[in-house]
Structures are given as structure tokens and as C-alpha cells.
């Protein structure tokens, strides 16, 4: 399909803000009312209609799901998933995202089967092996979510997992393993909760347990992870695209969708419009048959976010700053059984959200033996109608070729700082790979292709569909709608419009020094009357860099003076240490030191004006539209609304 062009586009924003593009432009989207979640709902799930359920497909009980929210007496559906893992040779385990969707229908139409049927699908699950099993977060989740449901159906069999295990035993383990994994959300977070593609996995896995689960215990857990897992959503984007540091981000299909170009996104995508419809800046013209079937999922589960989070979700507590702390599911090599056991703080982001842009970044503790490929660890967002509508910068050290997607978009040779609206960073990149060797061989194939000899390069990259660009006084200017963007890039630059990685839609500044780095500063018009008044402001203080200490100061165009200060990372460190990667930062003459609360577990989220936090196994939303509190400090979590 042809692109529009953008005064096409901004009408269509404007349309779709009123609800009016499926009259005046019929194709580009459903003509249903999708104004409210209930009736998006009923249209998500109205388009799985006659769905083929196909056998041991990864979503074919979302189908299933969907027909009999339609029709409760499908008896086609009913023998499907009766039969939907016979064709599974013996020995060999079932579709493992399949799991907990069975799971779900049997729990939902336990009644539709007959003993027969259920007792036929209870030999097949029975014959599998793995519903114990773990890897990352989202496999974890999703067998055991299944294992437990089962265990719950069955509760007087023996022979699970091959003859191995009671009913009582696999739902026991499962039990144990899924509130430590919920439990530990309030403790310290994961790097995937943010993810575009495995948050909305998480997700449906909880929306099972929920659904399904008969201990009020179970069930009040798996509310408290939805409710953290969606406000963490809420809160960590902006209209759809999430902001860094993100783990599995993916760049290259991060999209400020629209609607007029049909076709496969992320799940979060559709997560965030399934909610927040109009937080976003589109809307679907259909659910694809692929991953769209999370969001099938969304709308067929009896959980829906409170007004506080979807208030949150909205922007009506912004301007807010907010930082977090994720860590990794577990490591490989170093804590064996997985299972929640990554160390707190692996991750502490900072953001800033505003009415229209938001800007996030963050330091890292590095394990040298993990796999940091898809972990976006800056970006900039502003509000557009465009493809897309973000800027990121980073150090080739991941994929780092030429013809290699723009992935990896974090090193260890990377220290940031930020405030507020302003970020400064700085790349200090060695000539060999202090690194080599380090962690798992699939992973170095992606690390090790310059090993002997690191790209010296920092690059950047911004849309070409930006409104309005100026280069002036070694600075780059950037106005899309009423947004202006100052860049400077603190080395020579060149300017590519053809660098294959960053794809076709943007340009990329490259900055080929072993030291160099990139400010950043960003204002409206609510502040600036125009774009040549911002550039006036900030051509009034030019940075000052001390290349010898490798340190960066810079007075922003709001009055406040923010130095970063290159921090050498210990980086020879034995097996199973963290690397800490963080400047020194200062602003306004105050060093701004690591909070010890998210290194020691007490907090995930804390935000500024308290819009939300999660300090002490307490979850807190205050909102415009209302309040929460989930405390989970005993062993059942106490849900407060107001």
C-alpha cells in the first residue's frame, strides 16, 4: 500500500481521535464502535468466528476460546481440544504455548466434556514431560500456570510427567515456583515485564490462573500480577511504544503504528490499544492470526485494569519521573535452578514522561556470561502520526556488522545519564573486547566478530519523516509538531541516509571515535513559542568536555546544569559478578547517587510526584481518576480501591 502523505496522515490521527476513519475512510478500520474496552472486546473476539482449532497449535485454544465465548455448545471445538494433542509422537512434548489456553478451556467448559473426553486429553498431558520445565520468565509461566490448573482438574492421578509424579506433587511444585515468581514482582521485577513480545505472554498465562484458579490464594496472586504487570505498562509508555530500558525490544518493529498500513505488529501494540485505545495513536484494521491471539486473549478474560491504572496508562499524571529496577529471570551457570533468581537492580531505569514526548534510559549491572542482544538501553519519544516516532543511540557491540539488523542497542562501553528532559552519552570503547570468550557459545557467535578489533563507532539514529531538521553550530535540530529536539553530537560526525541496519525510514549519525558521546534536550511549545526561539536557548550554553577525564557538562534549556563523568567499569571480574556501567552524574552541583533501595530489594518503582510506586511489597497508584494499593507484604496480597 502506498504511503500517505503526512498532512494524510495527520488527518487521520485527527479521525481517529474522533472515532470517524472506519466512515470516512472505509478499509483502513473496522467500521465496529470500538470506543469502549467491552466493545473492542466483543469485535476481537468476533473475528475468531468459525476459527479453525488446529492440533497442537500454538494458538489454537485461543480460537477454541473465542468460539465458545460465542457459542458455549460448539461441540466441533469441544472435540477438538479432546483430540488436540493426539497427533504428538510419543515421547515427544506438546506446543508449550499451547498450555495454559487448554488449560484455560478446560477450566471455563469443564462441563462441555464428557468423562471420556476428559479423561482421553488427561492421558495425552499426562504423557508430557516438561510442564515443570522453565528457561526464561515466559516459558516458566506458562507450563506451570498449566501444571497447577491440571493438578487442580485431577487432583487424585499419579503418573504425571511420564509416570513420575501425584496430582499432588506437580501441583504442589507448581504452586511453590508460581508464587515465587508473583511474589518477586514486588520485589524486584524482570526484564522482560516491558517487552513487546513476552509481556502480553505473561499475561495470558495470569489471565488463566485468574480465571480458572479455585484457592482464593492462587487467585489473589495472579490478581497481583496482573495488576503490576499492566500498570507497569501503564506507566512505561508512550502511546504504545514502550520506553528503555527494555530486554527483548525489538527496534526494527517498534512502530508507531498507523492505521492505514495493515498487517503484523508486536503484541504489546495491541495489548496497549486493546486497554488504552485512545492513549494510542492508531487502531488495528484487524487482529492478525499470529500473535494478535494475546490480545483475543485480553478479551476474553474476566480481568480488567482499574480506573487508576488506565488513568495512568492515559497520561493524566504526567509530567512524572520514574525509576525502576528489573533483574534477569536467573543465570545460567551461576544460580542453576532458575526460578526467580536473578540479583536485584540488574537493571535501574530512569524516565521521564511528558505531555508530549518521553525520554528513558538507565544503568546496568552487566553479567559478561548474559546476552544483552535485545536490550534497548535509550530512546527517545515524541508524539507524531508518523511509522515512527523515536530516536536511539548506541555502541555496535551486538550484531555489529553492517548488513546486521539495528539490534543490540546497549554496550558495556555506554554510560548514561539523565534528567528530567536532558541525557548525556558517553562511549569510552576499548580496542579489544574485554569480554571474549565470556558465556554461552550461541551467544559469543554474536559477539565475538570483533573481538580483536571493536567497532570504534557510536551511532544515532531519527526518522526521516521528521517535520523539520537544521544543522547549526555542531548541534542537530529536530521539530516534529510541537516538539523540538536538540542533539549534539560531541565528536565529527557523518550523516548517513543509506546505512542498511537502521532500515531505509531513517537517517544515522556516525560518530567513529573510540571516545566520543551525544546530548540530548528537548522542550515543546508550551515552552518555546517557536522552533528558532529553542535553538536560540540552547545555542546560549555550549557543553564543555574534558576528553581527558571523559566527563560532559551541559546547562539545558530549563536552567539545570548536568554533568556526566565517565565511571571505568571494573570489567575483569570473576564468573558470576556484576559489572557495574553507570557515570558519575551531577546536576545542579549535587551528585545523584544509586538509590539502595532497588539494590536491596525494597523498591521496583518509584515515581515523582508519587503517581506510582512500589516500595516495600506495596504497590500505590494515585491517579485523577482514582486509587489502588495492593499490599503484599503478608502472605495473601490486600487489594484497596478508592
Known amino acids: 500500500?502506498?504511503?500517505?502523505?503526512?498532512?494524510?496522515?495527520?488527518?487521520?490521527?485527527?479521525?481517529?481521535?474522533?472515532?470517524?476513519?472506519?466512515?470516512?475512510?472505509?478499509?483502513?478500520?473496522?467500521?465496529?464502535?470500538?470506543?469502549?474496552?467491552?466493545?473492542?472486546?466483543?469485535?476481537?473476539?468476533?473475528?475468531?468466528?468459525?476459527?479453525?482449532?488446529?492440533?497442537?497449535?500454538?494458538?489454537?485454544?485461543a480460537a477454541a476460546l473465542a468460539r465458545l465465548a460465542l457459542n458455549p455448545e460448539d461441540a466441533e471445538v469441544i472435540d477438538r481440544i479432546t483430540h488436540f494433542y493426539d497427533k504428538v509422537p510419543a515421547g515427544k512434548n506438546g506446543e508449550q504455548f499451547s498450555y495454559p489456553g487448554v488449560a484455560w478451556v478446560l477450566g471455563k467448559y469443564w462441563d462441555k466434556f464428557t468423562p471420556e473426553q476428559r479423561n482421553h486429553l488427561k492421558d495425552r498431558l499426562m504423557s508430557f514431560n516438561d510442564l515443570l520445565g522453565h528457561g526464561t520468565e515466559n516459558h516458566a509461566i506458562m507450563k506451570c500456570v498449566a501444571a497447577y490448573l491440571f493438578a487442580q482438574y485431577w487432583p487424585n492421578e499419579t503418573g504425571w510427567l511420564r509416570g513420575k509424579i501425584s496430582s499432588a506433587e506437580l501441583g504442589e511444585t507448581a504452586r511453590t515456583n508460581?508464587?515465587?515468581?508473583?511474589?518477586?514482582?514486588?520485589?524486584?521485577?524482570?526484564?522482560?515485564?516491558?517487552?513487546?513480545?513476552?509481556?502480553?505472554?505473561?499475561?495470558?498465562?495470569?489471565?488463566?490462573?485468574?480465571?480458572?484458579?479455585?484457592?482464593?490464594?492462587?487467585?489473589?496472586?495472579?490478581?497481583?500480577?496482573?495488576?503490576?504487570?499492566?500498570?507497569?505498562?501503564?506507566?512505561?509508555?508512550?502511546?504504545?511504544?514502550?520506553?528503555?530500558?527494555?530486554?527483548?525490544d525489538y527496534p526494527t518493529t517498534t512502530w508507531n503504528t498507523y492505521t492505514y498500513e495493515p498487517g503484523s505488529c508486536h503484541a504489546g501494540h495491541l495489548i496497549h490499544w486493546f486497554y488504552w485505545a485512545d492513549a494510542q495513536n492508531w487502531t488495528?484494521?484487524?487482529?492478525?492470526?499470529w500473535d494478535g491471539n494475546y490480545v483475543v486473549y485480553a478479551a476474553l478474560s474476566t480481568w480488567r485494569p482499574p480506573a487508576a491504572i488506565e488513568s495512568l496508562a492515559r497520561g493524566q499524571t504526567v509530567p512524572y519521573e520514574l525509576t525502576a529496577s528489573a533483574c534477569s529471570f536467573g543465570h545460567a551457570g551461576v544460580s542453576?535452578?532458575?526460578?526467580?533468581?536473578?540479583?536485584?537492580?540488574?537493571?535501574?531505569?530512569?524516565?521521564?514522561?511528558?505531555?508530549?514526548?518521553?525520554?528513558?534510559?538507565?544503568?546496568?549491572?552487566?553479567?559478561?556470561?548474559?546476552?544483552?542482544?535485545?536490550?534497548?538501553?535509550?530512546?527517545?519519544?515524541?508524539?507524531?502520526?508518523d511509522k515512527y516516532n523515536y530516536i536511539e543511540c548506541y555502541h555496535p557491540y551486538w550484531r555489529s556488522d553492517d548488513d546486521c539488523p539495528w539490534r543490540g542497542l546497549n554496550s558495556p562501553f555506554m554510560q548514561m545519564a539523565q534528567h528530567k528532559s536532558t541525557a548525556i552519552a558517553i562511549f569510552n570503547i576499548p580496542a579489544k573486547d574485554p569480554w571474549a570468550g565470556r558465556g554461552r557459545a550461541d551467544w559469543l557467535l554474536l559477539?565475538?566478530?570483533?573481538?580483536?578489533?571493536?567497532?570504534?563507532?557510536?551511532?544515532?539514529?531519527?526518522?526521516?519523516?521528521?517535520?523539520?531538521?537544521?544543522?547549526?553550530?555542531?548541534?542537530?535540530?529536530?521539530?516534529?509538531?510541537?516538539?523540538?529536539?536538540?542533539?549534539?553530537?560531541?565528536?565529527?560526525?557523518?550523516?548517513?541516509?543509506?546505512?542498511?541496519?537502521?532500515?531505509?525510514?531513517?537517517?544515522?549519525?556516525?560518530?567513529?571515535?573510540?571516545?566520543?558521546?551525544?546530548?540530548?534536550?528537548?522542550?515543546?511549545?508550551?515552552?518555546?513559542?517557536?522552533?528558532?526561539?529553542?535553538q536560540k536557548a540552547v545555542n546560549q550554553n555550549a557543553p564543555v568536555v574534558d576528553w581527558n577525564r571523559l566527563s560532559v557538562t551541559y546547562k539545558n534549556v530549563r536552567g539545570d546544569t548536568i554533568t556526566a563523568r565517565w565511571n571505568p567499569p571494573k570489567y575483569d571480574v570473576p564468573k558470576?559478578?556484576?559489572?557495574?556501567?553507570?557515570?558519575?552524574?551531577?546536576?545542579?552541583?549535587?551528585?545523584?547517587?544509586?538509590?539502595?533501595?532497588?539494590?536491596?530489594?525494597?523498591?521496583?518503582?518509584?515515581?515523582?510526584?508519587?503517581?506510582?510506586?512500589?516500595?516495600?511489597?506495596?504497590?500505590?497508584?494515585?491517579t485523577p481518576a482514582g486509587q489502588l494499593e495492593i499490599d503484599w507484604r503478608d502472605k495473601v496480597p490486600v487489594f484497596r480501591y478508592q
Open 1 to 61: 500500500m502506498t504511503k500517505p502523505n503526512k498532512p494524510v496522515r495527520r488527518l487521520v490521527a485527527f479521525l481517529l481521535a474522533f472515532g470517524l476513519v472506519a466512515v470516512l475512510l472505509p478499509g483502513l478500520a473496522a467500521a465496529a464502535d470500538l470506543s469502549t474496552l467491552e466493545k473492542r472486546a466483543a469485535w476481537v473476539i468476533e473475528q475468531r468466528r468459525g476459527e479453525r482449532v488446529d492440533p497442537n497449535a500454538k494458538f489454537g485454544a
Open 178 to 248: 508460581l508464587l515465587a515468581v508473583m511474589r518477586s514482582l514486588y520485589d524486584k521485577s524482570y526484564e522482560e515485564n516491558l517487552s513487546h513480545n513476552y509481556a502480553p505472554v505473561h499475561l495470558f498465562a495470569y489471565y488463566a490462573l485468574y480465571d480458572c484458579a479455585t484457592d482464593p490464594e492462587m487467585k489473589a496472586a495472579a490478581n497481583a500480577a496482573l495488576h503490576f504487570h499492566v500498570a507497569n505498562m501503564a506507566a512505561n509508555h508512550f502511546e504504545g511504544v514502550t520506553i528503555p530500558p527494555a530486554n527483548r
Open 284 to 289: 488495528p484494521a484487524e487482529i492478525d492470526r
Open 336 to 385: 542453576p535452578g532458575f526460578w526467580g533468581t536473578g540479583t536485584p537492580a540488574e537493571c535501574v531505569r530512569y524516565v521521564y514522561r511528558d505531555k508530549l514526548y518521553a525520554m528513558g534510559s538507565g544503568f546496568f549491572q552487566y553479567y559478561p556470561e548474559e546476552f544483552y542482544v535485545d536490550y534497548t538501553a535509550f530512546r527517545l519519544i515524541y508524539k507524531s502520526p
Open 447 to 534: 559477539r565475538d566478530g570483533h573481538y580483536n578489533k571493536l567497532i570504534q563507532e557510536a551511532l544515532l539514529r531519527y526518522p526521516k519523516s521528521i517535520d523539520e531538521r537544521v544543522e547549526s553550530n555542531g548541534w542537530i535540530f529536530l521539530r516534529e509538531g510541537d516538539v523540538y529536539i536538540a542533539i549534539r553530537p560531541l565528536r565529527d560526525y557523518t550523516l548517513d541516509a543509506n546505512y542498511k541496519p537502521a532500515g531505509e525510514d531513517f537517517y544515522v549519525v556516525r560518530s567513529a571515535f573510540p571516545q566520543t558521546g551525544f546530548i540530548f534536550d528537548i522542550a515543546t511549545k508550551e515552552q518555546f513559542a517557536t522552533f528558532e526561539v529553542f
Open 576 to 622: 558470576g559478578e556484576r559489572v557495574l556501567v553507570r557515570p558519575e552524574i551531577i546536576v545542579n552541583g549535587a551528585v545523584v547517587p544509586i538509590d539502595e533501595d532497588f539494590l536491596n530489594a525494597k523498591a521496583v518503582i518509584k515515581s515523582n510526584p508519587p503517581c506510582i510506586e512500589l516500595v516495600n511489597r506495596v504497590l500505590r497508584i494515585r
